[in-house]
């Protein structure tokens, strides 16, 4: 990729263990082309001196609002209007905080409050920091300003803890800067509706009880943050999840398969593009009983009924819609996805094993095979779920292109 080649960003570095990683950052960008700028608070020059990013970047590192080196310019605005993309990384729940808040009273606060360009950031810090309200709904206030996270990894920490605050791998972080570049220079999905659904579904058995199944919706979400990017008026239809809402997409919040039914179908008409990636229940309780039921002896019998199917009655519908669905299966996982792209009348489906390391439920990772109503097969490796839908938006592009044609 040569989206970076030539582009100006602006990288600020705040204090935390993770700054030996922002030098790493800075070496690769550089060696992509970007023209590089550094700024460091006080707190990140404990763990890494400012010598070292001016040795990765061929330039002057900004570590002080006062220290204007130029008396025609005032750094700090100067900065703020010189850069293409600001990523911040890492990100301390401090500066997540001064951000949300308004506040400027170092360097770098009152440069990113300045600057009109986008804003990534990478947060990185203990596990429990990362989980608290406040930090979250920081990064909430944040997302809604249009401001874009790079998601911190889970694993052993500096601090020993085990769980999610590592800054994400500068080979990760490049990669994000590169598709947002790629995304902007070319919306091909501008004009177009589309529709993704994602997220579990919850059938209610009583007021304490209730069935529903592993699904996180990173997949469904991922799809949209990125149909987003790509142009496209995104609306998603959401069964219980905790994922904050991707900037620029309509949310619709539903609980059970039926209430998905609806909002889908209701939805359904004025849309180009559904990706139907909710694993949503099959069955429900056919009784649901009004107080809970008590234990007794011997075993419980609950008699299941079929919920609708919503991707066969979309199938049933389509018109001008071009329709994917997913197919999350255990064993023989191509023959059952083929299965289903034809009995629902899809014109593309997306297989994984979820019992497969990386891939499935819960992860950050999928490995896919596509397969389309015209045969053609391709199996990716394992990606990020962010790669995984830019790829599969960019192939039902191609393809609604080819239908146009015909």
């Not at 209610?204 to 592993?214: A, E, G, M």
């Not at 943050?225 to 609306?235: I, N, P, Q, R, Y």
Request: charged fraction near 25%; glycine fraction near 6%; hydrophobic fraction near 45%.
């Amino acid at each position: 990729m040569m989206e970076l080649n030539g582009k100006k960003i602006l990288l600020c570095v705040t204090g935390g263990i993770a700054v030996f990683k922002a030098a790493a950052l800075t070496s690769q960008l550089y060696k992509k082309g970007a023209d590089v700028k550094v700024m460091m608070t006080p707190a990140a020059q404990q763990f890494v001196t400012p010598l070292t990013f001016q040795t990765m970047s061929r330039n002057h590192v900004y570590v002080d609002t006062f220290d204007e080196k130029d008396p025609k310019n005032i750094a700090h605005i100067e900065l703020a209007d010189w850069a293409d993309l600001v990523v911040i990384a890492p990100a301390t729940a401090n500066i997540i905080a001064k951000l949300a808040h308004g506040l400027a009273d170092d360097m770098i606060s009152t440069t990113l409050t300045a600057t009109t360009a986008p804003i990534f950031i990478a947060p990185a810090m203990n596990s429990h920091m990362y989980e608290h309200r406040a930090v979250k709904q920081n990064m909430q206030t944040l997302a809604s300003f249009g401001y874009r996270f790079i998601e911190p990894g889970e694993g052993l920490l500096a601090c020993g803890y085990v769980g999610k605050g590592r800054l994400a791998e500068p080979e990760e972080i490049v990669r994000s800067l590169e598709q947002y570049f790629l995304k902007t220079n070319e919306q091909p999905l501008q004009g177009k509706n589309v529709l993704v659904t994602a997220g579990p579904t919850v059938e209610v058995i009583d007021p304490v009880r209730y069935l529903t199944n592993r699904s996180t919706g990173k997949m469904g979400f991922a799809i949209a943050e990125v149909a987003s990017d790509l142009g496209a008026k995104v609306t998603l239809i959401a069964g219980p999840t905790a994922l904050d809402t991707p900037f620029n997409v309509k949310r619709i919040d539903v609980t059970s398969a039926e209430d998905m039914y609806e909002a889908v179908i209701n939805e359904f008409e004025q849309t180009d593009l559904v990706v139907k990636s909710a694993a949503v229940a099959d069955y429900r309780p056919k009784e649901v009983f009004s107080h809970k039921v008590k234990k007794k002896e011997g075993d419980l019998t609950i008699v299941m009924e079929r919920t609708k199917d919503i991707l066969a009655e979309l199938g049933k519908r389509k018109q001008h819609q071009f329709l994917i669905g997913f197919a999350a299966e255990s064993t023989n996982v191509e023959q059952f996805a083929l299965q289903k792209l034809k009995k629902k009348n899809l014109d593309l489906i997306v297989a994984n094993n979820v019992k497969e390391a990386g891939s499935g439920f819960a992860t950050d990772t999928n490995a896919v095979t596509l397969l389309d109503r015209n045969g053609n097969r391709k199996e990716w490796p394992l990606l990020t779920k962010h790669e995984v839908a830019h790829r599969l938006l960019l192939e039902a592009l191609a393809m609604m292109k080819d239908d146009k044609k015909q």
